[in-house]
């Protein structure tokens, strides 16, 4: 598919300048952990001297250091800023086709760790400030471009710094971050695009179980931990929590959803959990990918990830086991909040438990009828005619909820928009083997970004 009102010269050179600098991106290693994020702060300042502008590199520790440059315009007005992590998830190179930390350009795809997260973006956005700046700057305003660390584990520096220590840098009027963008194509052909305008809270925790010390040639009937423990995954599993439309675009499920009456279901709390399970049942494919869309925004999600034993010796009872928990909650939701339902959840299993909490994270969201909104909207219906951008709150966890906590004021998006390949080419390759992105799914980000800023900004 081509890209409405550009110069196609114009995106072959774009094709080549974001595929070089993405491939050089790939090439450096910034796995987390440990991370190492500085060696690509320092490369992003190398590029952008070449082109005669000066950021600033920041952050602690040494290592894991971010990279922020700003452009002034020719006018007053408000501040934009465009927002990416330098970090990646660790690659084992056994696994892939082509060698992760390689950038190998092949049959019109870039491969590697980084390509779609979100490696892509730093190139996209490195590529959009430079043709800003070399057009004479013709904006409103200021338009900051953030690379910034530890996304992927979050626990060093990186935007949480950036927003404490350097509100100087980074406060603003609007942000747009990584997340989103991607399409599905609706049964009329028309496009559906993701606007992420908000994201649910995290509540991570372990459910301790106490259990009876003895040797395993005598079956313990009542009091083992590892028996515990299983119950309390199988519980965790199959509990249902109430549901809650307060997260679920109504535009959404009308979108996502031919069937009148099963769109009605899906609205109506007392019959959404009964028509969630209809259409993941379906032997539609579409029915199928809307039941996968849908259920994360119905409310709270328990998912256990991890099971430890406390025992070492395969003829030995430990004397407790561990079951530990990702959990997502809904924007306002609270760790009390959570711990009521984990009651209610674990209410019929026999055994000794205790809650460990690991960390909690407040969801929070911006508005989603704003300017912002509507420039991407007037922005996305110029290069890809027909398309229908729809709010959402994302279920995933990003930076831009450091954002919208340190700044209230601030309209916080992430969008990052794909134009060949569609959300189920692109929604498997995170974190997983063999990420790669189209070449001019690459170029059509960096023009994307450009044409934002104009319009935001214009």
């Not at 502008?53 to 315009?73: D, H, K, M, W, Y």
């Not at 052909?189 to 040639?217: D, N, W």
């Not at 004397?319 to 959990?327: H, Q």
């Not at 398309?387 to 209230?408: E, K, L, Y």
């Amino acid at each position: 598919m081509e890209i409405a009102g550009i110069d196609p010269e114009l995106i072959a050179r774009l094709e080549r300048e974001t595929t070089a600098l993405l491939s050089a991106l790939i090439r450096i290693d910034t796995s987390n952990p440990p991370g190492n994020e500085t060696a690509v702060a320092q490369f992003l300042d190398d590029y952008f001297r070449a082109h005669g502008l000066e950021g600033e590199i920041c952050g602690e520790p040494a290592e894991r250091r971010s990279f922020v440059l700003r452009l002034t315009g020719s006018r007053p007005g408000p501040r934009l800023v465009l927002m990416v992590h330098e970090d990646v998830v660790p690659a084992a190179a056994e696994h892939w086709t082509e060698p992760p930390f390689e950038g190998v350009v092949k049959d019109g795809y870039i491969w590697g760790r980084g390509a779609i997260d979100v490696k892509n973006l730093l190139a996209a956005f490195c590529v959009a400030m430079r043709r800003l700046h070399e057009g004479g700057r013709q904006f409103a305003g200021e338009v900051v471009f953030v690379a910034e660390a530890d996304e992927e584990d979050g626990t060093i520096g990186g935007a949480r710094w950036l927003c404490s220590q350097r509100p100087d840098l980074v406060a603003c009027d609007y942000l747009v971050n990584e997340g989103g963008g991607e399409f599905l194509t609706m049964p009329g052909g028309e496009r559906l695009y993701e606007l992420h305008v908000g994201e649910k809270g995290t509540a991570q925790f372990r459910i301790l179980v106490s259990g009876e010390s003895g040797h395993a040639s005598v079956p313990l009937r009542h009091g083992n931990a590892v028996v515990g423990a299983a119950d309390v995954v199988r519980a965790l599993h199959d509990y249902e929590p109430r549901l809650s439309l307060e997260t679920v675009p109504a535009e959404y499920v009308e979108l996502l959803v031919s069937d009148p009456s099963l769109r009605a279901r899906l609205l109506d709390e007392r019959s959404a959990r009964a028509a969630l399970a209809e259409l993941s049942e379906s032997d539609s494919p579409g029915d199928r990918l809307a039941a996968d869309l849908l259920a994360p925004l119905y409310g709270i999600t328990f998912s256990p990830t991890i099971v430890h034993s406390s025992g070492e010796a395969v003829n030995v009872f430990p004397p407790s086991a561990e079951v530990t928990v990702d959990c997502r909650m809904p924007v306002r939701w609270t760790q009390d909040r959570v711990a009521a339902e984990v009651e209610a959840a674990l209410a019929g299993v026999d055994a000794r438990w205790e809650i460990e909490w690991l960390g909690t994270i407040d969801g929070n969201a911006s508005p989603a009828d704003t300017r912002l909104r509507q420039a991407i909207t007037a922005v996305m219906g110029r290069l890809v005619p027909g398309s229908r951008v729809v709010p959402i709150h994302s279920v995933g966890f990003t930076d831009s909820n450091w954002f919208r906590a340190a700044f209230p004021a601030v309209v916080a998006y992430n969008f990052a928009p794909f134009l060949v390949d569609d959300a189920e080419a692109v929604t498997p390759l995170f974190h997983n083997v063999d990420e790669r992105i189209s070449v001019r799914d690459l170029a059509f980000q960096s023009v994307f970004a450009y044409e934002l800023v104009r319009e935001v900004l214009g």
